[in-house]
């Protein structure tokens, strides 16, 4: 039946010709944009999940800033640390010497209080944008390191602590209280001591009494050999009924058991205030070295006491601690350098990685889309002809009436 009201054929191609036209008008938002879903009308669901990765992408670039700034102020602080035990190990170069006798001892005195004012200026020199990790004047710093995402949406971020290591000098005070009964093998005094117990029954009775008023956080210590016991008074020290003298004599004691060291005993005087009696029934000699740090000293306390004019033997059991604490301090801030680059390192691949992720869900495929263009525009060509075509037919109905 051929009606010139409605013509179904052209009604046909016309839809047929709207269809290729979205068709191809999507492809070609495609190609322009470069993106097979470029808003949320092209798929909810994946530009919903691509733009939360994407926001993520931009705050992992935010923590690599964080860690970039990190690693290089840890590394400031490494490198000072570094400098500081290279100059403590010139320095008890020099306190050896100064164990002989014959010797002037006033001039390498003025060497190392040159080196000791050498070391106050790495540590003070030692910040990254203000931040100064080895004066003291910091405890802990948060370096951001992470963002973590969980199954729910919720969000929190994730930090790498960076202990502080102080390496300052000031803030000693000096105070008598160490001494050892026996005559003649006292080489030091003030705030430190080294006496020597001798193989097979050598003994000597070490006081613990303090000249002036303790504190919380004043640290005493002994030296046998080479292993280092030592107490710090608490505020439970400091309020006890009993003398805090007993209290720290007896904390002594309890650590210096725990070296285990063969041969040696330490007896608690009661009798005395402060008395500990160490006795070596071992082979072998061993030398005690007695030090004393209030609690307002910083890590290199020690170091403005030291004077080889008047104590050699204490000075030279001062630096080795001394040297210690540094080595502690560059040690502490090489492991937990490396560990900010590791997590630099993985925070730039996981952004890249997630960068994939987003462009497999919304980038458009170029050479699907370059042959879909191209079947697009025969279809829209054939798409105008067929249209065309139907619209004639009203036309041939014409010669029926002829």
Same mark, same amino acid.
């Given at each position: 039946m051929s009606s010139i009201l409605t013509n179904s054929s052209s009604m046909v191609a016309l839809q047929t010709l709207k269809?290729?036209?979205?068709?191809?008008?999507?492809?070609?938002?495609?190609?322009?944009?470069?993106?097979? !879903?470029?808003?949320?009308?092209?798929?909810?669901? !994946?530009?919903?999940i691509s733009k939360v990765m994407e926001a993520d992408v931009k705050s992992f670039k935010g923590i690599s800033d964080s860690l970039a700034l990190g690693e290089s102020t840890v590394a400031v602080a490494r490198k000072a640390s570094e400098t500081v035990t290279d100059l403590l190990t010139q320095m008890k170069g020099k306190i050896v010497a100064a164990q002989e006798s014959n010797?002037?001892?006033?001039?390498?005195?003025?060497?190392?209080?040159?080196?000791?004012?050498?070391?106050?200026? @790495? @540590?003070?020199?030692?910040?990254?944008?203000?931040?100064?990790?080895?004066?003291?004047?910091?405890?802990?710093?948060?370096?951001?390191?992470?963002?973590?995402?969980?199954?729910?949406?919720?969000?929190?971020?994730?930090?790498?602590?960076?202990?502080?290591?102080?390496?300052?000098?000031?803030?000693?005070?000096?105070?008598?209280?160490?001494?050892?009964?026996?005559?003649?093998?006292?080489?030091?005094?003030?705030?430190?001591? @080294?006496?020597?117990?001798?193989?097979?029954g050598g003994s000597d009775d070490v006081t613990i009494a303090h000249t002036g008023t303790w504190a919380e956080g004043d640290q005493v210590s002994v030296t046998i050999g080479k292993k280092t016991a030592s107490y710090t008074v608490s505020a439970n020290d400091l309020a006890s009924a009993s003398t805090t003298d007993d209290l720290v004599a007896v904390g002594l004691k309890n650590a210096v058991d725990s070296l285990g060291i063969a041969g040696l005993t330490?007896?608690?005087?009661?009798?005395?205030?402060?008395?500990?009696?160490f006795t070596n029934a071992g082979s072998a000699d061993l030398s005690v070295t007695g030090q004393f740090k209030n609690a307002g000293a910083g890590g290199l306390g020690l170091l403005s006491g030291i004077d080889v004019t008047s104590n050699p033997t204490a000075a030279l059991g001062n630096i080795e601690s001394l040297i210690q604490t540094a080595i502690g301090a560059a040690a502490e801030f090489g492991s937990v350098e490396k560990r900010i680059e590791i997590q630099s390192s993985f925070v730039s691949g996981l952004s890249d990685a997630m960068k994939v992720g987003i462009g497999s869900m919304v980038d458009a495929d170029m050479e699907e889309t370059s042959a879909r263009l191209q079947a697009l525009q025969v279809q829209q060509q054939l798409g105008i002809q067929s249209?065309?075509?139907?619209?004639q037919a009203p036309q041939n109905v014409l010669s029926l009436f002829r």
């Open positions: 269809s290729v036209n979205s068709n191809l008008s999507k492809v070609q938002n495609e190609i322009s944009t470069g993106k097979s !879903v470029a808003s949320a009308k092209d798929n909810a669901a !994946v530009w919903a010797v002037d001892r006033g001039k390498i005195q003025t060497d190392i209080a040159a080196l000791r004012d050498q070391i106050n200026s @790495v @540590v003070g020199a030692a910040q990254f944008n203000g931040l100064n990790l080895v004066n003291g004047s910091n405890t802990t710093v948060d370096v951001l390191a992470s963002l973590d995402r969980q199954a729910n949406g919720t969000v929190a971020t994730s930090s790498i602590t960076v202990s502080a290591q102080d390496l300052s000098t000031g803030g000693y005070t000096a105070a008598n209280i160490f001494s050892a009964s026996t005559a003649g093998t006292i080489s030091g005094a003030g705030d430190t001591f @080294v006496t020597t117990l001798d193989s097979a330490v007896d608690y005087d009661s009798a005395n205030a402060g008395e500990l009696v249209l065309s075509i139907a619209n």
